[in-house]
């Protein structure tokens, strides 16, 4: 039992930051049709911005900015938050003003291809000197290292503990939130409205007056604020960073995209979903089977999922007329 929940909150955790990624996928889906592989991107940018903030904000208060003794006031690591979502924001808008929008009317593979090469563009900039590096650091403590809660199960020798983490709390918390103000924003206010007829017909929905274009621009800043988030929220949980072009950070967006598609990839609420499933089939495979497969576990998921129900959990099928 102390196994079962201890992987359990792991999987909560890890399902929020997955969750975050994927509504990124599938809000720029659902709105223009074609997927951003550049998303991924900007998970890693919201993590290496964080290091990037912190290791200068630190010694502001007389902290060690690699190791620090304390953790810093409150009101610093919510303003390192904010100044990541800002800028991912910012970096959001300029590739979608930049490299998408001149490319509105072009064919998807067009589309695809420019994508791709964006996310490339950043992998490679990102491990210059200037910017990054191309070495691995280590994300300085932000938050406590407290224990909310620790419940002894067992006896004697064979005592064990289900320990709930303070970050883990946080992540669980900061995710919800940010995942109930996107929904009331989009099925509960006027732009969320206006979203959802840009998503349903462009053409239409700028003959109703609707601003196709800053529609679109706040879509891809929504997204990338999220992705910007799950980077913070990330490298708290794994302090350990790799270089902006390592495997780890493009698995971590591929497991995210497989988590909009299992959902339904369009669907916000589907994007929750699957972010959820994919966490608690990859933490409890690693864990009762073999921790060498958790990789395999996801994928065959994924194809599991197409096959049964190819729309996704919650997507459903759209009708072209021919």
């Known amino acids: 039992m102390a196994d079962f929940l201890q992987t359990l909150m792991t999987a909560l955790a890890i399902g929020s930051l997955y969750a975050l990624i994927a509504l990124g996928y599938t809000m720029v889906y659902g709105v223009l049709k074609f997927i951003n592989f550049a ?7 919201g993590a290496w911005l964080s ?26 690591t919510a303003g390192i938050f904010v100044a990541v979502l800002a800028l991912c924001s910012l970096a959001g808008f300029l590739i979608e003003r930049l490299a998408y929008r001149p490319l509105r009317r072009a064919p998807r593979l067009n589309v695809l291809i420019t994508a791709i090469g964006v996310s490339l563009l950043l992998q490679n900039v990102g491990q210059l000197d200037f910017v990054f590096g191309a070495s691995p650091q280590k994300m300085p403590a932000l938050l406590p290292n407290w224990e909310l809660l620790r419940i002894p199960f067992g006896q004697g020798e064979s005592i064990r503990y289900v320990v709930l983490p303070l970050i883990d709390c946080i992540i669980f918390a900061v995710s919800g939130l940010l995942m109930l103000a996107l929904e009331l924003l989009i099925f509960r206010s006027k732009f969320g409205t206006a979203l959802r007829a840009v998503s349903f017909n462009t053409d239409f929905a700028a003959l109703m007056g609707i601003p196709v274009d800053r529609a679109i621009s706040l879509t891809f800043m929504l997204g990338s604020a999220l992705a910007g988030a799950a980077g913070f ?13 390592h495997s780890v950070w493009v698995l971590l967006g591929l497991k995210a995209f497989v988590a909009a598609v299992v959902g339904g990839i369009g669907n916000v609420r589907g994007a929750v979903l699957g972010g959820f499933i ?25 194809i599991l999922i197409l096959l049964i129900k190819p729309t996704g959990l919650l997507g459903s099928p759209v009708r072209e007329k021919v």
Not at 285 to 295: F, Q
């Open 39 to 45: 998303h991924s991107d900007i998970v890693v940018l």
């Open 51 to 76: 290091y990037s903030f912190a290791i200068r904000a630190l010694p502001l208060v007389g902290l060690d900015a690699h190791n620090p003794a304390t953790p810093p006031p409150i009101w610093m």
């Open 233 to 245: 929220l990330y490298v708290l949980k794994f302090p350990s960073m790799n270089q902006p072009a």
């Open 278 to 302: 994919i966490a608690f089939v990859e933490q409890f495979g690693a864990y009762y089977i073999s921790s060498n497969y958790r990789d395999v576990y996801v994928f065959s998921l994924l």
